[in-house]
C-alpha cells in the first residue's frame, strides 16, 4: 500500500497527469494502414490509440505494426498500406485504466508500459497517462512532501539475535 502522505499528494495532482483524448493523436480502426502510416510518421510517436466512430478505445497502433505487413521475404513494398486498414494490424487486449483511476494502479502499471489508456465505463477513450507526466508528479512530491507534511525521522529497528 502506498504512503497515505504520497497517495494524497498524487491524488490531488491527479488531474495535471491526464493528458486529454483531444490533444492525442489517434487513428480509427477503419483507416486505411496508408493514413496511419502518414499519421504515426509526422507525429513520432511510438505507438498511437485506435478508437472507433464512437470514440471507443480498441486497442493501440505503432509504425512497426504496419512495416510489418510492408515486408516480405526479399523486398519491400507498400501495397498493403491501401489493402489492409487498421484494424487488422492493431494491438488489442491493451490494458486500459478507468476514469476516475486509482493512483497505484497507474505506478505499477507505468513500471512495464509509457502510457495507459484512460476510459469511461463504457469503454469511450478519454485520454492517456503518461508516465512522464506521472513522473513530473513525483518530483513534485519529492520537493514539497516536507511543505505540507512534517517528517520525522524513525528510529532504526534493531536486529534480533
Known sequence: MINQAIDHMMTENRSHFLIPGEMIASVNEDNSL???FL???KVRYAKIPVLDNDDHFKGLLSLA???DK???LDEITAKPLDEFCVRDVMETGVATIDD???IEEVLH???DS???PVVQDDGT???IVTRREVMKGINYIGHNLDKQYVITEKEPATPHH
Do not use: D, E, K
Request: positive net charge; aromatic residues 12%.
Open 34 to 36: 496508408r493514413h496511419a
Open 39 to 41: 499519421v504515426l510518421t
Open 65 to 67: 505494426m504496419i512495416t
Open 70 to 72: 510492408m515486408l516480405g
Open 100 to 102: 476516475p483511476y486509482n
Open 109 to 111: 502499471a507505468l513500471v
Open 114 to 116: 509509457a502510457f495507459l
Open 125 to 127: 477513450f478519454t485520454g
